[in-house]
């Protein structure tokens, strides 16, 4: 397909993904040195950490999507295509595309993970997952639709399976779900369903490990799950999924729960695509990266972000999956590849850790940064600060401020809202 | 399926479609006397009048939509149930839904109008319709979709057919679309897709009578027409579409426009339901009902708003299908149902004409109010007031007026989003 002409000695950098590595290193790139093509499946950025919100009607789609083309209409040599990337080609620098063919001099791999069902078919057709708007959008139907449902079954097994809601996995995303929907349980919706007894509906968040928030230290695991049973979720750690077939979730420990709705928030893999050699690829799919973020054996390749494995000696499993890691690779590869062009030496990453956070609902969230280690009201405004401020976009900051303001004192955004487009045509 | 009991002597009255009447109706019912059932396929009241601007990326869907919960929270005796309502059957007195039988005391029916396509079957399966969030969400994401691949196609011939737009029909609907794609044109496409040209797009309005605007006076249609052609609209009156078949338009004067994109805005059409007799219904498929709404030939059944037609010596062929009509007949139906109860006669419907508007883009509008006639600024801050104040929900008038606010100022509502929630799972 057809790109802009590069200026003079100009090189062209292709960006598979823009999440938040993509549009970092877009930003910083684009110069008469680098011609930058942008390309993703979607036209607008994705600001992952507030999906929950969305899932669970308290945020708009729109206030944390924000258009890519608005994003970079000061940026004169970033360009962009919104078409899937379906191979790569390292021997002739081009990646095909639904939309064509696209050469390069660099390209960059920031398409980042996907949900991990470690190989289970059935909660690979049946679960719920929160990866994206789209995904968060399902969920949200789904929630509002069982429901509606729970009014016109005749048993009460029936409605007990459309009331329960099963989260899986103790990490930030699962426990703000759970938190979430039982402050739903428990305000909201026995105003909006008069007729159904909400003693019937169930919020149980499992975790097969023995502690919640992995990441973070056992005070703050123990805090949350403390807030957690006290809001009215039902916290089972050191208990797996075996299976789930769409109406019954059954338990590791040989307990069987009803449920048409469990949502799967219980780990993340990288994936692959055709011209990544095998040999480039970890057991979990990530792609492998030196400390430049070189792929290895992909000459003029990097890979940025949650789909990159970088191993070091600090972080031997890989760096968490988390925006400021694929914001300091961005940043950093901005560097090295302008670096490259004047024939200095790169730098390689060094992750500068900047702490950790999650939120159970209002007034309740743990933070964690170095060792200082903070609970409840406090780091509940530190939660709402920080992501306020990562949000793209003033419009989009004052929505969720807004939003946020509003659910406060009135726990009822009114997005309990089953929108779905039309079907496509042409 | 079950339904809450009746108190004593209290009657059930089943509304089908929360529309302005349905949701009209419910409220001045709702007592003692009368239990509600509102049935509706979608759990949220839409207010048609913005859809053209969900469809031109201006506002959310969530903005202009409300859900019904949220409207009957404080009203004990109005429930609802989310689903299809498949056939009437007036012997027994109940309705089919998907989701099971409903009986009823009075039935009334307040489901709304339909895109007429008069029966070309081309235009039904390949042109955009806007009478629901649904559509309007099609549209949107079509309108942006097209957008990109015009820069991936590789002759101009196929980039006009991506870039022109179509509008059929000369009623505020189509007007108010033709104007704010035209400013989409002038102000923020350049902006957002600086690799077209945009002296390539064309924004054309097809009206098949002389004049736009039918409803109202021929000034108004005048001063209309000349704003749009002012913007870069081009306007022809008295030509029809002939054919359609996604990718070309033919015209009744034997022309053809190349466009992928053909919104149909030039009629709406009743719709019938099993159960309703033949002689019940209008050759449009309108709802034949008396003064009183009473549907003919169902006894106990009344017919409000869209789907309804009265002949009156003063409204001939029926009242014009505006949102007024329906809030006064539903107004005027729950005092006759009152007065069936306490055996007191019912009260014939007048329709109380409080005047028709239309906007064209910023400043620019056209109102008339009796013999008063007015235009430019004045009437266009008349047209937002109107509307912001029928929205249904404070926060809804807040959101829907600092999008306005912030697209007066900037031209970029940051909602140019192609959004889609995933497949339905169980």
Not at 150 to 165: C, P, Q
Not at 302 to 319: E, K, N
């Amino acid at each position: 397909m057809e790109l802009p002409a590069l200026n003079n000695q100009q090189k062209r950098v292709i960006i598979v993904g823009a999440g938040f590595a993509g549009i970092r290193l877009a930003k910083k790139l684009s110069s008469r040195y680098f011609q930058v093509i942008l390309v993703d499946k979607h036209n607008y950025h994705q600001f992952q950490p507030l999906l929950y919100q969305v899932a669970t009607s308290g945020l708009e789609p729109s206030s944390i999507s924000f258009p890519l083309r608005k994003i970079f209409q000061s940026y004169a040599h970033v360009f962009m295509r919104i078409t899937e990337v379906l191979s790569v080609d390292t021997g002739n620098h081009e990646v095909t595309t639904s939309a064509g063919t696209l050469p390069y001099d660099y390209l960059v791999l920031a398409y980042g993970a996907t949900t991990n069902y470690f190989g289970n078919a059935n909660l690979q057709k049946h679960a719920y997952a929160m990866k994206s708007v789209a995904e968060a959008l399902l969920l949200r139907n789904t929630l509002l639709r069982q429901l509606e449902d729970a009014l016109t079954v005749s048993s009460d097994e029936e409605r007990m399976a459309l009331l329960n809601v099963v989260v899986v996995g103790g990490g930030p995303t699962g426990v703000e779900l759970a938190g979430t929907l039982v402050e739903m349980k428990n305000t909201i919706l026995p105003k909006d369903y008069t007729e159904l007894n909400f003693k019937q509906m169930r919020i149980i968040l499992l975790e097969a490990s023995p502690k919640l928030l992995g990441a973070m230290s056992a005070e703050s695991g123990e805090k949350v799950a403390g807030y957690l049973k006290q809001m009215g979720v039902e916290v089972l750690t050191g208990v797996a999924v075996k299976d789930f077939d769409g109406q019954a979730v059954s338990l590791s420990d040989g307990s069987i729960i009803r449920s048409k709705c469990l949502i799967w928030a219980a780990g993340v893999k990288g994936f692959s695509l055709p011209g990544i050699p095998a040999p480039s690829l970890a057991t979990n799919e990530r792609i492998l990266v030196n400390t430049y973020n070189e792929v290895k054996d992909m000459p003029n390749v990097f890979a940025l972000g949650d789909i990159a494995l970088m191993q070091t000696d600090a972080y031997q499993r890989g760096h968490p999956q988390v925006a400021p890691v694929a914001i300091q690779q961005a940043t950093l590869l901005a560097q090295n590849l302008k670096n490259i062009l004047e024939n200095k030496p790169m730098k390689p990453f060094v992750y500068n850790d900047q702490g950790s956070m999650a939120t159970v609902g209002k007034n309740k969230a743990v933070v964690e940064i170095g060792n200082l280690k903070l609970g409840g009201f406090f780091a509940w405004l530190i939660w709402m600060a920080v992501h306020l401020m990562s949000i793209v976009g003033v419009k989009n900051r004052i929505f969720v401020f807004l939003n946020w303001v509003w659910h406060y004192f009135t726990h009822d955004p009114s997005l309990r809202l089953m929108i779905k487009p039309s079907e496509r045509k042409n």
